[in-house]
């Protein structure tokens, strides 16, 4: 059984920077996708950043160099990096796995390439 698990959120100030943690395992070896998923109040859930067993990412364009993805296959971990965060950043971030993710080839973070997710991590940004 595959299992996923997000930690790192709180609350944070305008400007500030803000790592999350996901935590995936089930899985026998690295050959898997891993993303970052957000769902801003009031909003549908969107793709944030997310990277494939092949070390290839992709981005949201609402966070395109803000934040990065890098990966620790040692530990199973696929950590966000956010820094300049703002106010529209305010959202429940979830994390997701799943062995294919085509579209990550070009770029994209699809949520229906993914089956396996986590509870989520609140992140909020104020002044």
């Known amino acids: 059984e595959v299992r996923v698990a997000e930690s790192g959120g709180e609350t944070v100030q305008i400007g500030g920077s803000l790592t999350l943690s996901c935590v995936v395992s089930?899985?026998?070896?690295?050959?898997?996708?891993v993303a970052w998923f957000r769902q801003r109040p009031g909003q549908e859930r969107e793709g944030v950043a997310g990277?494939?067993?092949?070390?290839?990412?992709g981005y949201g364009d609402s966070v395109k160099g803000r934040f990065a993805v890098s990966r620790d296959n040692a530990k199973n971990t696929l950590s966000l990096q956010m820094n300049n965060l703002k106010p529209e950043d305010t959202a429940t971030y979830y994390c997701?796995?799943?062995?294919?993710?085509?579209?990550?080839?070009?770029?994209?973070?699809?949520?229906?390439?993914?089956?396996?997710w986590g509870q989520g991590t609140q992140v909020a940004v104020s002044s």
């Open positions: 089930g899985y026998s070896d690295s050959n898997y996708c």
């Open positions: 997701a796995a799943d062995r294919l993710c085509p579209l990550m080839w070009a770029g994209i973070v699809a949520q229906n390439e993914f089956l396996n």
């Open positions: 990277m494939n067993g092949e070390g290839r990412m």
